[in-house]
């Protein structure tokens, strides 16, 4: 296993480690699927993906990973988990795979489609992840994201036809840019698919019924619309309550995120705000173009400070939210109210969700930021299980 230096990782511990006090009382988010329901980041050599399990590194060649299993797959539960507004966690999360996180192996995209799963780390390097098996093996990813983290993946989605997007930002001048990458079906080297001067940040991904992309822009206040056939790159969205506003809850970060995770069903767009700690609501109109932008639920920052990726419960249309600065995952009924599915133990920066294949599970990206830039040691960067009845 090919070992890279951890050189202190300082600007992915601004971006996303809180600090170890909530100052209010971090595609991603992203999960794709067939369905209207859904949600969901240059140099040389590409990835076959292998039928073996290999181990994960932070190389910044993503064809070379090997993924490894060192952290302990316990489980953990809340001292009285409650009842959601349509069902109730059946236990805690559980451990699907765990990364190591003394080489910087944080998990950050998720999805699953077709009942293949898929993990995108940080660092750049992509998953399959079989999820009854609790393997993942090699599926590419970018090359070139350097370990001075002037660059970095988020979201990830999967595509109709075995391809997956992924979102990379970049914060310095290098050969990569910001924008959408594709990898393709099978697996391999990322390459560039979609980018503007005018899209900063990308973040979460979801699907539209026509088979084209929203993405998020966790900079500009934009959700931009990207086409599959030719990665043409258009604003759909636009408002200063998608923005990043550093004075909404005063976290000590140096970067501040706006929208977030995002999803779509029927004729409405659901996005977080990481920074303002709201639940957005857009209304889509007949020919797809967004219409009314409301807040579902306006700052909080006690309940939602780092609300990030979302997705959204099938027959009820509840929102299942990981807060991300506050190690929860929580419910968002119709009503509005906010139940908790699950808080501390094992959650560490809980970041993306997933529906697993089942139905009965949704699956998180345990990202650990603050654990691992804290103390690596007590850090579970890792794919968890959250049974949900």
Same mark, same amino acid.
């Given at each position: 296993m090919r070992v890279l230096a951890l050189h202190s990782r300082p600007l992915l511990s601004a971006l996303f480690a809180a600090s170890l006090t909530t100052a209010c009382g971090d595609d991603e988010g992203s999960s794709? !699927?067939? $369905? @209207?329901?859904? %949600?969901?980041? +240059? *140099?040389? /050599?590409?990835?076959?993906p292998d039928s073996t399990t290999t181990d994960a590194t932070?190389?910044?060649?993503?064809?070379?990973?090997?993924?490894?299993?060192?952290?302990?797959?316990?489980? !953990?539960? $809340? @001292?009285?988990? %409650?009842?959601? +507004? *349509?069902? /109730?966690?059946?236990?805690?999360?559980?451990?699907?795979?765990?990364?190591?996180p003394l080489q910087f192996q944080l998990p950050e995209g998720l999805d699953?489609?077709?009942?293949?799963?898929?993990?995108?780390?940080?660092?750049?390097?992509v998953f399959a992840l079989d999820v009854a098996a609790g393997e993942v093996t090699d599926f590419g990813g970018v090359v070139g994201i350097p370990p001075d983290n002037t660059a970095i993946m988020t979201g990830l989605v999967?595509?109709?036809e075995g391809e997956v997007y992924v979102a990379v930002d970049v914060f310095a001048p290098q050969e990569l840019v910001s924008g959408?990458?594709?990898?393709?079906?099978?697996?391999?080297?990322?390459?560039?698919?979609?980018?503007?001067?005018?899209?900063?940040?990308?973040?979460?991904?979801?699907?539209?019924?026509?088979?084209?992309?929203?993405?998020?822009?966790?900079?500009?206040?934009?959700?931009?619309?990207?086409a599959l056939a030719d990665g043409a790159v258009t604003p759909w969205k636009s408002d200063p309550?998608?923005?990043?506003?550093?004075?909404?809850?005063?976290?000590?970060?140096?970067?501040?995120?706006?929208?977030?995770?995002?999803?779509?069903?029927?004729?409405?767009?659901?996005?977080?705000?990481?920074?303002?700690?709201?639940?957005?609501?857009?209304?889509?109109?007949?020919?797809?173009?967004?219409?009314?932008?409301?807040?579902?639920?306006?700052?909080d920052c006690a309940a939602l400070s780092g609300a990030d990726g979302l997705v959204i419960e099938p027959d009820s249309g509840d929102l299942l939210v990981p807060v991300n600065y506050q190690q929860r995952i929580i419910r968002v009924g119709a009503d509005k109210q906010i139940t908790t599915l699950a808080e501390g133990g094992i959650l560490q920066s809980p970041a993306t969700l997933a529906w697993a294949s089942t139905g009965d599970a949704?699956?998180?990206?345990?990202?650990?930021?603050?654990?691992?830039?804290?103390?690596?040691?007590?850090?579970?960067?890792?794919?968890?299980?959250?049974?949900?009845?």
């Open positions: 794709g !699927s067939a $369905t @209207d329901a859904t %949600t969901s980041s +240059t *140099t040389d /050599a590409t990835a076959t932070t190389t910044a060649d993503p064809t070379t990973a090997d993924p490894t299993t060192t952290a302990d797959p316990t489980t !953990s539960t $809340t @001292d009285e988990p %409650t009842t959601g +507004t *349509t069902g /109730a966690p059946v236990d805690g999360p559980s451990v699907v795979f765990a990364f190591d699953v489609r077709d009942g293949q799963g898929y993990v995108g780390l940080v660092t750049g390097q999967a595509g109709p959408v990458y594709r990898i393709p079906a099978g697996g391999g080297q990322a390459e560039l698919f979609a980018s503007d001067p005018a899209l900063l940040f990308p973040n979460g991904f979801a699907f539209e019924p026509d088979g084209d992309l929203l993405v998020t822009d966790s900079f500009s206040g934009t959700i931009f619309h990207v309550l998608l923005a990043p506003n550093p004075d909404a809850c005063g976290l000590p970060t140096q970067f501040h995120l706006g929208a977030n995770g995002i999803a779509h069903a029927g004729d409405r767009v659901y996005v977080t705000n990481l920074d303002q700690a709201s639940i957005l609501e857009i209304a889509v109109e007949g020919d797809g173009s967004a219409g009314a932008l409301t807040e579902l639920l306006a700052t949704v699956l998180i990206a345990n990202a650990a930021f603050e654990a691992t830039t804290m103390d690596p040691a007590t850090a579970l960067p890792a794919i968890l299980s959250l049974p949900i009845e």
